[in-house]
């Protein structure tokens, strides 16, 4: 594990098959700490036969490579290998897109200082080899283990989670923690609708048979169909407050954000690219309501904007 802005994220070692479930963030202190924490199982990053990835934010995905070049194989959802060809080619021109979407969103007062950072949007990541793929439903069985991959996008598209019924565990990754809201968000253009995938994922967990919930963050937990029903009740609540940010009139994706409660810090003490993380997840729950009729989407100019239905 190590520490990140979440605190910490897990890998999780299943010692009878030699396979990693994600592996942290790709730093050296977290390399050393698989490597001691390895040990205490006589084991070596080299031994490990396979890495199983939940979704492919960095933070799960980090040493990867790594452990693939020590010869693991790395497994993942189908999606996920569908989606890095999309996330290479939106690499390409992921300046000019962040510029189109400051505007979207009616950020244009953003738009000298996202000019600072143009050659950084310009590397573009390794896509990562998979070299196995799981599909939806799939019983993916290993020594000691037998899992129901389960597909939970939202959180991300690709995420997936791992449900072993005999132990009555699941290995959710971020789409169910047990105290923080996964991070839902939408950018200008990925035409999806992530708050719609997530809520019906969480409906894809809510009934299993768990005893107890490893997630990629936080702590385990016990407690899975209450905590869904916690993290509907917030998303609800979340809609509703900025549905009441529109009764006096439209308003942008940006103002509309700037005016909604943020658990992190307020919207004031926000730097730019927390409002831009606050901007995407204000957008997936406004395209949530526009796509189920609540609020109403116009384009002007080259900035949309939003008022109630």
């Not at 698989?34 to 990835?53: A, C, F, S, Y």
């Not at 609800?236 to 009764?247: A, N, V």
Request: aromatic share 10%; net charge negative; hydrophobic share 35%.
């Amino acid at each position: 594990m190590e520490r990140n802005p979440l605190g910490k994220t897990f890998s999780y070692l299943l010692t009878e098959s030699r396979t990693l479930i994600d592996t942290g963030v790709p730093t050296d202190n977290a390399y050393k700490g698989l490597q001691r924490q390895l040990e205490e199982h006589g084991l070596k990053p080299q031994d490990i036969e396979r890495v199983i990835i939940t979704h492919l934010h960095n933070d799960h995905i980090g040493l990867a490579q790594t452990l693939q070049e020590h010869g693991a194989e790395l497994v993942a959802s189908r999606v996920a290998a569908e989606k890095q060809a999309q996330v290479q080619e939106e690499y390409r021109n992921l300046y000019e897109l962040n510029v189109e979407e400051t505007r979207l969103f009616g950020g244009a007062e953003y738009l000298n200082f996202l000019a600072r950072f143009v050659y950084a949007f310009r590397d573009v990541p390794r896509p990562l080899r998979i070299d196995r793929t799981l599909e939806d439903g799939e019983i993916f069985s290993l020594d000691g283990f037998s899992f129901k991959v389960i597909w939970t996008p939202g959180h991300s598209h690709e995420h997936i989670v791992l449900y072993d019924e005999a132990d009555r565990l699941l290995f959710s990754g971020d789409h169910v923690l047990p105290k923080i809201t996964s991070h839902v968000a939408l950018h200008s253009y990925d035409h999806r609708d992530p708050l719609g995938e997530y809520l019906d994922s969480l409906e894809k967990v809510k009934d299993l048979d768990v005893e107890t919930v490893l997630p990629g963050h936080e702590w385990a937990f016990h407690n899975l169909q209450e905590r869904i029903e916690q993290l509907r009740a917030h998303h609800s609540r979340r809609l509703q407050e900025m549905k009441d940010t529109l009764k006096d009139g439209e308003r942008t994706v940006y103002q509309v954000g700037s005016r909604v409660h943020w658990d992190s810090r307020p919207w004031p003490e926000m730097s730019f690219w927390t409002k831009r993380m606050a901007a995407t997840e204000t957008y997936a729950h406004l395209v949530y309501m526009r796509n189920r009729g609540e609020v109403k989407e116009e384009k002007k100019g080259d900035t949309l904007y939003y008022r109630l239905a």
